[in-house]
């Protein structure tokens, strides 16, 4: 959640200017949301709750849950409005989450 | 104080002050993408209350004291750190130039959202989470 705190604090202003931001987790949506108000982020949460997406992504890391099960790789993709990948980011650490000034640049930058 | 018990004093300072730091400075991406910081400050504390065994002249018990819970937290640590938290590097289909698999998934209002919904109106930043801490 450190990535989200991180990021809502400096992309607050860019949502205005119009990005959409989407947080996708096998999390159901009730904690989800729980989880939006807490932090009072502008973002849209979805459940991705059989790892289809993150699948179809290639980002799903097999028996990397706390109990073995499949979670997903964490991963943050800027696209532009035509809807192409302009930049994207993949950790091999799940402590370790891209610096918002680098997501920022680059959606300042499309 | 022995100089014994000034290690070992020491030792418990950068043992605590690395999780302390590393907790409340999580938010800092500096700090967060640099969690080996937090193994390298327990081997630290590990070395200092080390050296305060062996510099103990006659009552040990503090720098046993100190060596027990810093070497606990270097090999949990290291352990997290290197095993644990390591994520495989495995091919994705992200591609800069290309679009990636369009979804369609359901928000927190029960709305289906699909990343066709946003094209030629906005750009999207996709943040992909594990949903356990």
Known sequence: MAELQGLGAQLSEAEQAGVEIVAISPDPNERSQKLAEGLRLGYRFVADRDLAVARRYGLVHAGGGPEGQDVPRPATVVLDREGVVRWFSVSRNFQVRPDPDDVLRAVRAL | ?133
Do not use: C
Not at chain 2, 71 to 84: I, K, P, T
């Open chain 2, 1 to 133: 104080m022995t100089s014994s018990a000034r290690l070992a004093a020491l030792s418990v300072v950068v043992a605590i002050g690395a999780v302390a730091a590393y907790a409340f400075l999580l938010r800092v991406a500096a700090v967060r993408n640099h969690p080996e910081g937090y193994v390298v400050a327990f081997a630290l504390a590990t070395a200092l209350a080390a050296l305060a065994v062996i510099r103990a002249p006659a009552r040990r018990w503090p720098a046993w004291l100190a060596l027990g819970p810093s070497s606990l937290l270097l090999v949990g640590g290291a352990w997290f750190n290197f095993v644990v938290a390591q994520v495989p590097v495995t091919p994705t289909a992200l591609r800069v130039g290309e679009r990636p698999p369009d979804f369609t998934l359901p928000d927190a209002a029960g709305r289906q959202v699909s990343l066709a919904d946003f094209r030629g109106k906005k750009p999207v930043v996709l943040v992909f989470y594990r949903g356990y801490w």
